[in-house]
């Protein structure tokens, strides 16, 4: 078992037979750096009913680098892959669903039963949403720095007027 915060090189002997090496470097990370229990097999399963959403292998690599929670266990599962990739393919057609899946991989984490209460325009709107954030990481970054910073001296602020302190 890898320690919490070694290093070990992609495409090791230890990585899991079928996992691509891409992958074994993240199980650690989402698992806190502890072994679960087939958490190898069961992430390898994800990984190719994930892949087969896509048109090409590295498409869904891609995918899985923009959002690494579609291929881990504990938040995912093979139904809801398989699941809301038919929904969106029966509602949008192959081409538009793979432009959503591409641009929000994180919709395949979603039940088919919740994205079917969801309208086309609203499914449209969250994509848009998932691109623009992440055209815009640098600036998100910043204003969430900023309101990390800012709420500090803000409860300060609050807690020193309500005692007359100023």
Do not use: H
Request: hydrophobic residues 40%; proline residues 5%.
């Amino acid at each position: 078992m890898q320690e919490l915060g070694s290093t070990r090189e992609e495409g090791a002997a230890s990585d899991p037979p079928g996992l691509p090496p891409f992958l074994a470097s993240r199980i650690s990370f989402q698992t806190g750096g502890f072994k679960q229990p087939n958490q190898e097999e069961e992430t390898l399963i994800l990984w190719n009913t994930f892949k087969q959403c896509y048109a090409t292998e590295a498409d869904a690599e891609a995918a899985v680098n923009k959002n690494s929670m579609t291929v881990n266990p504990s938040m995912n599962s093979p139904s809801k892959i398989s699941g809301t990739y038919a929904l969106l393919k029966e509602r949008f057609g192959l081409d538009e669903a793979r432009r959503i899946i591409m641009a929000n991989p994180g919709i395949l984490t979603c039940t088919r039963q919740a994205v079917e209460k969801q309208t086309d325009d609203d499914i449209l709107k969250a994509t848009e949403f998932v691109t623009l954030v992440d055209k815009n990481k640098g600036l998100v970054k910043i204003l969430v720095g900023s309101s990390f910073f800012a709420f500090f001296p803000l409860v300060g602020w609050r807690i020193g007027n309500v005692r007359g302190w100023w």
